[in-house]
């Protein structure tokens, strides 16, 4: 199977066993968005959607949150990961936005990872997610299922899998694909035990076909 039948067979399938895939993120704006994008690094969904609501409830623009102390925001993330860095993060964030930007979170890769906590991971979730844009969020995730199936060849670091990516998957396609990958590694080809014998991703997955050839 050449790399482009790999791609084809398996954007079909996504396409036709999940043509709805979105972030499980909750948010009501771009900047509720990005606060649960930095709250979410090392950190599951389910976690950060525990903490949001009174976060956002206390804190719901960038205004707000950029008249708090970092102490006062760490109250209510205590519970996330690394709270302390987090905490001056969205702080920060929120104050940069402010001074620069209006209070709106700007819409180019090159401003979003100007805002402290802010890589280029989740820079291109949120263009990915609010605007629509053909931007591959790489997370451990999309890393690990694409070199598994085979869309990437033991790809090195993050931004490699990203280029790979977004070279060979038609741009329209790939904001949907970014959640594709990542729900697929979140509950299907999960790191230490993937679940093959559920996946329907088998007949063109690298990984799956050395595995049967070994046993």
């Given at each position: 199977?050449?790399?482009?039948?790999?791609?084809?067979?398996?954007?079909?399938?996504?396409?036709?066993?999940?043509?709805?895939?979105?972030?499980?993120?909750?948010y009501d704006s771009p900047f509720q968005l990005l606060v649960a994008v930095i709250l979410s690094a090392q950190c599951t969904d389910r976690?950060?959607?525990?903490?949001?609501?009174?976060?956002?409830?206390?804190?719901?623009?960038?205004?707000?949150?950029?008249?708090?102390?970092?102490?006062?925001?760490?109250?209510?993330?205590?519970?996330?990961?690394?709270?302390?860095?987090?905490?001056?993060?969205?702080?920060?964030?929120?104050?940069?936005?402010?001074?620069?930007?209006?209070?709106?979170?700007?819409?180019?890769?090159?401003?979003?990872?100007?805002?402290?906590?802010?890589g280029r991971k989740t820079a291109n979730v949120m263009q990915a997610v609010v605007w629509n844009r053909p931007a591959m969020a790489v997370d451990t995730h999309v890393f690990r299922v694409s070199n598994r199936i085979g869309l990437t060849?033991?790809?090195?670091?993050?931004?490699?899998?990203?280029?790979?990516?977004?070279?060979?998957?038609?741009?329209?396609?790939?904001?949907?694909?970014?959640?594709?990958?990542?729900?697929?590694?979140?509950?299907?080809?999960?790191?230490?035990?993937?679940?093959?014998?559920?996946?329907?991703?088998?007949?063109?997955?690298?990984?799956?076909?050395?595995?049967?050839?070994?046993?």
């Open positions: 199977m050449t790399q482009k039948e790999r791609y084809e067979n398996v954007i079909a399938w996504f396409e036709r066993e999940r043509p709805v895939a979105q972030t499980e993120l909750h976690r950060v959607n525990l903490v949001t609501p009174a976060l956002f409830e206390a804190y719901p623009d960038a205004e707000t949150m950029a008249q708090a102390t970092t102490d006062e925001v760490f109250q209510y993330i205590k519970s996330v990961s690394y709270p302390n860095s987090k905490s001056k993060h969205l702080v920060g964030t929120a104050q940069r936005l402010v001074a620069a930007y209006g209070g709106q979170v700007p819409d180019t890769l090159d401003e979003l990872v100007t805002l402290p906590g802010v060849n033991r790809s090195r670091t993050p931004l490699q899998t990203e280029l790979t990516l977004t070279k060979h998957i038609p741009a329209d396609k790939i904001p949907l694909a970014h959640h594709w990958l990542i729900l697929h590694g979140r509950y299907v080809c999960q790191a230490r035990k993937p679940k093959c014998n559920e996946c329907g991703l088998t007949p063109y997955c690298k990984y799956y076909q050395s595995k049967t050839k070994q046993a």
